[in-house]
């Protein structure tokens, strides 16, 4: 995989690392996950405790949500950076009510100010790349950054 060519294909990159990375460690030691987000790791679950399940199919979507990224990235996909932007300003905002509301323990809020860091540093990266396009040539933002379009690209 090739390096990202705009800055806001940085900004997704890292994400997706970070989702992919972390979603395998969910799937290969779950308690660690537990714990790093501020929740109890009892010696062992009651019946009916289905937290292993959900931390399985959290982690495993994570972990593709991290592939779909890169993929992103490696395509130069500009709608799905602007998509994310948006979407993980959504995810701020639950996450926040979560903590807000004690559905989640307060470390949680961890990830809701990842997500919504994440949002403005991808849009803050659209920006400064549809800047630099213009400055090269009067690109539009969908062009910028992305370097030449591959023939297969070039009819969407």
Do not use: K
């Not at 705009?6 to 979603?23: D, H, K, P, Q, R």
């Not at 959900?54 to 593709?64: G, V």
Request: net charge neutral.
């Amino acid at each position: 995989m090739r390096l990202p060519r705009s800055g806001a294909g940085w900004t997704i990159t890292v994400f997706g690392v970070l989702a992919l990375l972390l979603g395998a460690l969910g799937l290969i030691w779950p308690e660690a996950q537990l714990r790093m987000l501020g929740f109890e790791v009892p010696a062992e679950r009651a019946p009916g405790d289905y937290t292993g399940t959900f931390l399985t199919a959290s982690s495993m979507a994570s972990f593709n949500m991290g592939v779909y990224y890169l993929l992103a990235v490696a395509t130069e996909w500009r709608p799905f950076y602007r998509f994310t932007v948006w979407f993980r300003l959504v995810t701020f905002t639950v996450f926040s009510i979560a903590v807000l509301s004690d559905v989640a323990p307060d470390r949680f809020f961890g990830v809701a100010a990842w997500e919504g860091l994440g949002a403005v540093a991808t849009a803050v990266g659209l920006r400064w790349d549809a800047r630099r396009a213009a400055a090269a040539g009067g690109l539009d933002d969908d062009a910028a950054g992305s370097g030449p379009v591959p023939a297969a690209d070039a009819v969407r």
